[in-house]
């Protein structure tokens, strides 16, 4: 096959379908809206079931941070038996009754994993499955999640004991009997310390940095349901550090340095367990870790602590295994794209879902998904990239993975009523580059029993 291109030229009587990759929250919300626009699409999933990291990355003790108010799609709220937190199986079910109520499961392909996504002629896309099968589409959607590719710390010396991710926690039977230290300051961290403060032997929370610890509720309000869209940051930051200081006291009643960064530069910690804990001497905080010595963990204090099981809650990369290095556009754990998703160099994929927002997923995913599906519309009727059009509007590549949920509100609320002049803007653009074409990559190596190519 010429390197030059992947497949023979494009059918143009082919069905235009997109492919989401990916069926948890931020996949499903998607898809419903593409339904709902009457855009074709396939979607699939490595999983052997629906919910993302809701079916298979949780444990089984994990509830929601922020609130089933804002977490849930507004128009689909979730059962009214559910609490303020809904657990990880309500959360997963909640999903599954999504899904299904909008008929979602008969476009979804489970147990299958995509190994390559490339650009080929006439601005369509190859994918090519871990069967070897190989399929043709015009977009690409990538929805796959933030929260499945471990990042795991390089320590100095041996450990005795064992070492898992947070990701490999299940149960609290993993800790029972065990002396425990838990590495990170996120949510996982804090909930996994919080366990351990109750069925382990020990507790020690290892913070490399203090952090801010957020009450999950304030006056019997989840403390996320406080701020609305009208705030600016600078009042949110007033109002959580507030609550903090009624709720918690200060950092060094606790035995914690003060926080070196403002609130909310930072993922948030929702939290009230961890201070409790700390004040009942279930959970010892300690510094940073300096080596592993034996069954020994020396801090950079120089205390050092027994342990039998560290878990590190260190959190994950940003990653899509499966595109070639021309479309590896993740910095950091940002992905340099224009409005949240777009490139402007390439059309037709696009990055969904790769930011946090300081807030619920679904009360943003609501508002935004039938705005991308307006987006692709768009981009159907113009031949430049998307993200050339918000490009040449002055946007600039993100610097940050991490969102202000009232502040995205307001953008969502400004882009769909000014719609038709970005529509306007894309048709300018469009003019201005008529020639524009994906430039295709040379194909992945030709898999050793190739079945039919498939064109959607």
Not at 374 to 403: C, M, S, W
Request: contains cysteine; charged residues 15%.
């Amino acid at each position: 096959m010429d390197s030059s291109i992947a497949v023979a030229p494009i059918p143009q009587d082919c069905t235009a379908k997109h492919l989401i990759i990916g069926a948890g929250f931020i996949g499903l919300a998607i898809a419903q809206a593409l339904k709902a626009a009457n855009l074709p699409y396939d979607q699939v999933d490595a999983s052997d079931n629906i919910g993302g990291n809701w079916h298979h990355g949780v444990y089984t003790t994990a509830h929601i941070i922020s609130s089933r108010k804002i977490t849930q799609f507004t128009h689909f709220p979730m059962p009214e038996n559910y609490p303020d937190f809904p657990s990880a199986q309500q959360m997963r079910d909640y999903l599954w009754s999504f899904a299904d109520h909008f008929d979602l499961r008969s476009h979804i392909q489970l147990n299958s994993t995509v190994i390559d996504v490339r650009p080929i002629v006439d601005n369509h896309w190859l994918v090519t499955f871990a069967n070897q099968e190989q399929r043709i589409y015009r977009g690409i959607l990538l929805c796959n999640g933030h929260h499945w590719q471990r990042r795991l710390p390089t320590f100095e010396g041996q450990f005795q004991g064992e070492i898992i991710h947070s990701k490999d926690y299940k149960h609290p039977d993993q800790l029972n009997n065990k002396r425990v230290l838990v590495i990170g300051g996120g949510n996982s961290a804090c909930d996994i310390a919080s366990e351990a403060g109750r069925v382990a032997v020990k507790s020690v929370l290892s913070l490399r940095e203090p952090v801010w610890f957020i009450p999950k509720t304030f006056a019997g309000r989840p403390v996320a349901d406080l701020f609305q869209w009208w705030m600016p940051t600078g009042l949110q930051r007033l109002i959580a550090h507030s609550v903090i200081r009624l709720t918690f006291g200060s950092h060094s009643q606790y035995g914690l340095e003060t926080p070196r960064y403002r609130l909310f530069d930072k993922h948030p910690t929702l939290n009230n367990e961890v201070p409790y804990y700390i004040k009942h001497g279930r959970i010892t905080p300690k510094p940073a870790v300096q080596r592993l010595v034996g069954d020994r963990v020396e801090f950079v204090d120089g205390s050092t602590e027994a342990i039998d099981l560290i878990v590190c809650a260190t959190g994950y990369h940003v990653a899509y295994p499966f595109l070639p290095s021309e479309l590896q556009r993740v910095k950091g754990a940002t992905v340099q794209c224009y409005a949240g998703s777009f490139l402007d160099d390439y059309k037709g994929i696009y990055y969904i879902g790769w930011g946090q927002a300081r807030g619920g997923v679904g009360s943003i995913m609501a508002t935004y998904a039938p705005l991308f599906a307006r987006y692709l519309k768009l981009q159907d009727e113009i031949n430049v990239p998307l993200g050339l059009v918000f490009k040449a509007l002055g946007q600039t590549l993100p610097t940050t993975h991490l969102g202000d949920p009232q502040h995205i509100f307001r953008q969502l609320w400004l882009v769909r009523h000014l719609f038709p002049l970005l529509a306007a803007k894309a048709h300018q653009v469009d003019r201005q580059y008529p020639s524009f074409q994906n430039r295709p990559l040379p194909p992945p190596p030709v898999p050793a029993t190739p079945r039919s190519l498939m064109v959607f």
